[in-house]
């Protein structure tokens, strides 16, 4: 299961974060992906792209789309401000992730 927090700002993110590391999960478990940069980023060719983006492959992506992590999500209105934080966790630690994204100030939180 997948849960993903939609924060305000970087000091925000960087205590969601920490609280999380302190809570025993890895920094692999968890996509970090700034609202802003991705629309900023977005192109439609796709060699243009290849040598300066890292794009992270979801599952409706076709070979030669590109997009931003927070296309992918479902629920998730485009359009919105911010910096989301994805966390890959066990079901049964979801309220537990819930509440520390709640503490550290998330404005949505999406289960995915």
């Known amino acids: 299961m997948r849960l993903i927090a939609r924060m305000q700002d970087q000091q925000q993110v960087g205590f969601l974060v920490d609280s999380l590391r302190n809570a025993g999960f890895d920094r692999k478990d968890m996509i970090i992906s700034d609202l802003a940069d ?21 599952e409706r992506d ?9 296309d992918g999500i479902k629920g998730f209105e485009p359009g919105k401000r911010g910096i989301i934080v994805a966390v890959k966790t066990p079901k049964h630690e979801a309220d537990r ?12 939180i999406i289960q995915d």
Do not use: Y
């Open 97 to 108: 992730v819930r509440a520390i994204m709640e503490q550290s100030g998330a404005v949505e």
């Open 38 to 58: 991705a629309e900023e980023q977005r192109r439609d060719d796709p060699e243009e792209v290849a040598g300066e983006l890292a794009f992270i492959k979801t």
């Open 62 to 70: 076709g070979l030669w789309e590109t997009g931003a992590f927070a």
